[in-house]
């Protein structure tokens, strides 16, 4: 089974695409940045401030989803989208990062990752096809495959290790998807991953045995894991090469906005990332002139809004001295505004990202934002 | 100084008053339910949603903002409309119900409450005289005086202290209120409030005394402590009949839609509480039909909203599976949608109540809905 075209290139500049992805809840723009709803919520965010603010995909879990509230009541509930009021694109991720995450809690073989659930400690198994199982009955747009992230840094077995699993299961994953797929009126999209550490060879081998699979879309994982810029930056430049011109390419896990434009620069055209709305629960948002620490008790009497060049209605209504209270006070509605104002952000600049492209002007809109914006 | 008369009545119907009352932020119709925003926020809301939900006034402590952020950064900061976005009318509470709840950490006299913060342990001092400009510091549209609320139950002695306390501290806030009001382009209005705990007499003579100093509006206070359903309503009956017909009456920290109903019957104009929301939090919130634990087991595969009467943007959204799944979860999207909710309902019960006496319904309307609503 051929898997349909899902993607449409508009433009490129220098590297940089300009494009549109198809999903069954519609389409999205790219360079696209999905804000993270783990458990299908985006934490301090309902569906209409995610639709004021631009987004036009969110991420899920389908670790988390899958332990709370089940798909059996997501199913019945008529799928995610239903189940959580967003009735646009969503991409849940396979939950592999997470189950490799629980260290004293999972088990690693070749047939998958018998884990234990965080919440009461009751026993699962995440085999290849059971997570694409999983993912049609949450029913997302697109659903990734069940990979392996090994932990940075990993030596060269390791690395390899984990190459040949992510193939193997790769395999398993598309085959249960096309099944799954032909039964379904409305085609979900399974993404391959590449994995391959910091090593070039195996990054190239992790690609091409993925291309081989004929995937609709193409993610690029394991970075972000705690290599340096520089060494994100080599990986990334390298397996972007590998990746065919007419798929989407996406970035999992990033991330600050200097790594989204770097990123975007080699062609990467999906990004997600915590950064906006955790760093906002604790204290931290993205503004145009870097990030802010609006806890800081020098913001406890700055009558000035989070970001003076921002029009969201978070910075045309409250203060830094506002936002500093609110987190003294652990008062939810302060993550609201934090939150929202993150994630409006994070929307404006990947629209500021399209737009310079569209008109061959990237490189400058690029240098033109690094240079207000001062980096941590 | 006189006040200036603050209170328009419309009509009456029975002893149900609909009216309207004139701030320095506007005007607000009566009978009101104002929203508990403590530290300067409603949890979980932001003014925007608020405004959605019809609020006309909320409601600020202080005790809780003289401590953080403190009365310096909200003076400085524009007061606290400008410091917390609300540029509607807010009423703030003396902080005497807080300050003598602090038990181990207070020492009451004459002069006022020594007390310890609960934050740092820090030692200040609430005399009358001191939170009158305080409050004046914060700039409310209506602050309260000082006053003693006994615990319930109280013995007669305990009682008659608690009323001559509030008496000489009434005195004390008024002379400071007219004075500070003088020097301020937009006038205040300190309300006195009534107390007597469960007695007949200590009623009518905390009434008469604070009559006596000619407040702008009165409050009940020392009602919804403890007492019974019963003994609430014969306190309230007998109070209200004290208070003259030209000023707001102010039930505080009441309540329920059935004691709402109860209490708009006998000629209340404003109410608060924490129900609504603090309750959203938890897993509970308020509907046509009835409150509704959401949080229960029974809601984790039902599709229909919380209220299947409500036209909030909650219930037009959201099931009570995906509210229950996020209770679950601890999502603060959940808590969120929930206070929104039950904001609404409450918002939208006063205006169901404002609309009944305007055209002398009252009756029918409190019977119509107490048919449908099923106490716990």
Redesign the interface.
Known sequence: MTNDKIYTNFNTDGAARRGEVTTPHGKFQTPAFMPVGT??????????DLEECGAEIILGNTYHLYL??GT??IK???GLAS???WNKPTLIDSGGFQVFSLQDLSKISDEGVEFRSHHDGSKHMFSPKRVVEIEHEIGADIIMAFDQCVPFPADRTLAEDGVRRTFDWAKICKTTHDELNSQRDSKLSLFGIVQGSTYNDLRTLSAEQLISLDFPGYAVGGLAVGESKAEMEDMLAHTVEQLPKDKPRYLMGVGYPEDILMAVSYGIDMFDCVLPTRNARTGYVFTSEGPLIYRNAEN??D?SPLDPNCDC??CQ???R??L???Y??S???????ATYHSTYFFQKLMQGIRAAISENRFDSFRSDFLSKYQPR
Chains 1, 2 share one sequence.
């Open positions: 458990s299908g919520a985006v934490k301090g965010l309902i569906s209409s709370r509230p059996e009541i019945n509930q008529g189940f959580n009021s406890a009497d009558s209605k978070v209504r409250y203060s001295a506002y500093r209270h609110m003294n006070q008062e939810i509605t302060g993550m609201v505004l």
